[in-house]
């Protein structure tokens, strides 16, 4: 019987879904966009039930709404990892919108927690700083904030999740209530040593446990479905990973020194350091990098707000451009930015400035400035982000960066990969797997089912394209200090 995976993407912006064979060739691939909400200043809000619908429909709309009762389906899934779930699991109904990583509803809650001391505590149980980025100060908000929601909580009615935790639950019917190891890590409410949920950040958070799922490793069998009696039986939920370790898997950075960077809306970087915790550099955080095959790996991770979200924010918004294909020929069109930098603050800076309150800036705006400069400065702050994480990563902590590994739809800009490569002085390997991150939930749901019993194995998989070479160009090197400038202007 043939083997085919379900690789669900849920990502910001949409839900993409991908069919790999046994082989990991995409034979099929489908995409449904979500509405984005913004409530109010700083509010950043996603509909779950409409998240749930489109990804029942993905998966309809790859198997043809009729799968093939020749063929052994089974689904993994990979998502945006913050963004939070609260919901009643009497009624099954969501109790709010869905919190999204860029919302800053938590600011003030973090900021009291800081001011008593508890910055220590957290990092060393949960290798994570208290930010808003993270998932437990929404979760504290909606039950301080939403009406009845505590006393229900306190109740032992309400549940919480990650997205993973949220459609497992729906696919499921209510009967596996379960997250994976990377997603836990980045809630804030995670003890990474212990790899469980714990008990002093739950009670500083006054969140009761009977809301969090049953954390589990990456390559766990998280459940069964018929997706809404798609399938005539039931088939396994297997493999569950958070989209930036996904794409570290699905990169095979399966070995320690290894790293990558995944550019979406935002940008996550992730280093694997191994099997042994180590504190992370200042403004990095350690996370779970992933768990397979019995072992857990550790990794060093910055995330940046807004890297592919600036050039939507040009499209969508100031309609500047029609398509964001178009902004490479646009910003190539002219040499050099003009001293124009674009400090895409939308939601704060994030790693390694950790600045909630800083807002979005153009600077160095002149008569002579036109669009190709702005949409040059749009492109080369997707690089400068980067860089300014691997700087602190790699000179902080002594490593030392071979390659840089990329995946993502701004990798298909050669504009930008030159721009990176010559910023950072090594070579950008490009995968030709557009969605790493699918691809590694799918490695995840191979060793689940047993396809393999050593990382070695689905490393033959790999099929990188030829590097992009950094190449000697001082103009860059200038506009990093340019850029490092306006930074620090923003912060002051």
Request: glycine share 10%; hydrophobic share 40%.
């Amino acid at each position: 019987m043939e083997t085919r995976v379900i690789s669900i993407d849920q990502s910001t912006q949409s839900t993409k879904g991908f069919v790999f064979d046994e082989k990991g060739t995409i034979l099929s691939r489908a995409s449904l966009a979500h509405k984005q909400i913004y409530p109010r200043s700083g509010f950043v809000e996603h509909d779950p039930e409409e998240i749930y619908r489109n990804t029942v429909n993905v998966i309809r709309e790859l198997t043809g709404n009729c799968p093939d009762e020749n063929v052994n389906w089974s689904i993994a899934i990979t998502n945006q990892r913050e963004t939070v779930v609260v919901w009643n699991k009497i009624t099954g109904k969501p109790v709010c919108n869905a919190v999204v990583w860029q919302c800053t509803r938590g600011e003030e809650i973090c900021n009291r927690l800081k001011e008593e001391g508890y910055s220590d505590t957290f990092k060393q149980k949960s290798g994570l700083l208290i930010d808003p980025y993270f998932s437990a100060s929404g979760v504290k908000w909606v039950l301080d904030n939403v009406e009845g929601v505590r006393q229900a909580a306190e109740k032992g009615e309400i549940l919480m999740g990650t997205i993973e935790t949220w459609l497992i639950w729906k696919l499921t019917e209510g009967r596996s209530h379960v997250t994976d190891y990377t997603n836990a890590s980045r809630t804030l409410l995670f003890n990474i040593h212990t790899m469980d949920w714990d008990r002093e950040l739950l009670d500083i958070m006054t969140i009761p446990a009977s809301m969090l799922a049953k954390p589990l490793p990456s390559d766990a069998v998280f459940g069964q479905t018929t997706v809404e009696g798609l399938f005539s039986r039931n088939i396994q939920i297997a493999g569950a990973i958070g989209d930036s370790h996904g794409a570290l898997v699905g990169q095979m950075c399966f070995t320690e020194g290894l790293g990558k960077a995944t550019y979406g809306t935002g940008s996550s970087v992730m280093v694997n350091i191994g099997e042994k915790y180590s504190d992370a550099p200042e403004g990095l955080v350690t996370s779970v990098g992933f768990a397979a095959l019995g072992k857990v790996f550790y990794g060093f991770e910055g995330n940046i707000h807004c890297t592919g979200m600036t050039v939507s924010w040009l499209v969508n918004e100031l309609k500047l451009i029609s398509d964001a294909s178009q902004i490479e020929a646009i910003a190539t069109s002219v040499e050099n930015n003009a001293g124009v930098y674009f400090v895409p603050a939308f939601a704060g800076l994030g790693a390694p400035w950790w600045r909630p309150k800083a807002k979005a800036v153009i600077s160095g705006l002149s008569l002579g400035t036109g669009l190709p400069h702005v949409c040059r400065a749009a492109l080369e702050s997707i690089g400068f982000q980067v860089t300014d994480l691997i700087k602190a990563m790699t000179e902080t902590a002594g490593i030392q960066l071979r390659e840089l590994r990329v995946d993502g739809g701004p990798t298909k800009n050669n504009f930008l990969m030159q721009f990176q490569s010559d910023l950072l002085g090594v070579p950008v390997v490009r995968s030709e797997i557009e969605d790493a991150s699918a691809f590694g939930a799918f490695i995840m749901n191979g060793f689940a089912r047993g396809t393999w019993s050593s990382f070695d194995q689905p490393a033959s998989l790999a099929n990188f394209n030829q590097a992009i070479v950094p190449q000697t160009n001082e103009n860059t090197l200038s506009a990093y200090k340019g850029w490092r400038e306006a930074v620090e202007q923003l912060m002051k």
